[in-house]
């Protein structure tokens, strides 16, 4: 592993752009806008789980909206399910983009595969790394240890949140993009050597592990923490996403507006219902817990069909310019917003509609800022080791 680090990092120092471009050619480009609108809908859906109270009493005083408080307490928790849309979209993205690289170049260049996500992921996820720590310095109820910020940079957060609870700090977000970092190291390895079938046989096996390994720790007692944060209980949705990738292979998913609707209706109704057997807030028990996070993961898979390929089939709006370009900042929206709401709560103390409008408002600056100052060089660069092209920069 030491060794092929280092011949990764020699390969980006060294190569020169036109041996690059030798080295890699370019297939036709693989980029479907809608699944940036996507990525910002689940950016969205974590944002108001975590700026907005999910406190039924309170939404039952308002006028008009009284009697709907308990469904909208319920739709701000099962928020929090934008986290397994993101692995479903991501699992789908990196698994075609792999099969299409293996198909048009009779196979994988996984240090390329790599670079790439290295690249992509490492310069904000650092940096936001080092800010976190600069902001325990200044602001008081940001804590972070030795071991937390090890298990941080080895890009294993998730485990510390299994083993200890989540951080006092604004870098506990980046636990899932360690689980994400996790699956990126392996995919690619097995993809390259796979038949489509046996890649379909993988997926299922990381359901029966998934499956498995919740019922492991339902049974002993595990805290929710546990269940929420650990690798092997939450690779359904990525298992989700491969398997998606796989099917839509077969042909174009094509529904009328009226009918991704409903798709996403019943998306909505399986998050709200995991939300109600306590997969978020609450002890869930063994025999919840084992419907929860399967309904979760199916309600991540039908919300990706409402959205995919929706603008052939009428729905404009998905290819809109805006969602586009919050779709390709959605990376730095995660990271951030918890930063946003840190700095909300102390500048606005009387109005909890305008906390919440600064708090998106910096999230958004500090995005727009990151891509632009820290992710785009990066992601020009990236392009030198790529074989199909996704997302323009």
Known sequence: MVRDLAQITMAISTAEPEQLTKASPRQAAFYRPELDALRFFAFFAVFLRHSLPANEALYRHLPIVGHLGALISRALLSGALGVDLFFTLSA????????????????????????RRILRIWPLYFAFIAFSLLLTRFVSGQALTASCVGFFLLLSGNWYCVLHNYPASVIAPLWSVSIEEQFYLLWPLVVRRASMKTIGWFAAGMLVVANLARLVLLHAGAPQVALWTSTPTRIDPIACGILLALWLRRGAFRASPLNRAVVLSLGFAAWLFASSLGIIDGDVGTARGMVAYPLAALGAVLIFLAFYDAPADGVRVLDNPTLRYLGRISYGLYVFHFVGLLFAHRIVRHSKP????????????????????????????????????????
Do not use: Q
Not at 92 to 115: A, M, N
Not at 365 to 375: D, K, N, V
């Open 354 to 393: 305008l906390a919440w409008l600064v708090a998106f408002a910096c999230t958004l600056a500090m995005a727009m800022a990151s891509y632009r100052f820290i992710e785009t060089p990066f992601l020009r660069w990236k392009l030198r080791f790529t074989h199909v092209e996704s997302r323009p920069v």
């Open 92 to 115: 789908y993205l990196i698994t075609e983009l792999l099969l299409r690289e293996k198909e048009s170049c009779g196979g994988l260049d996984v240090r390329y595969f790599y670079v």
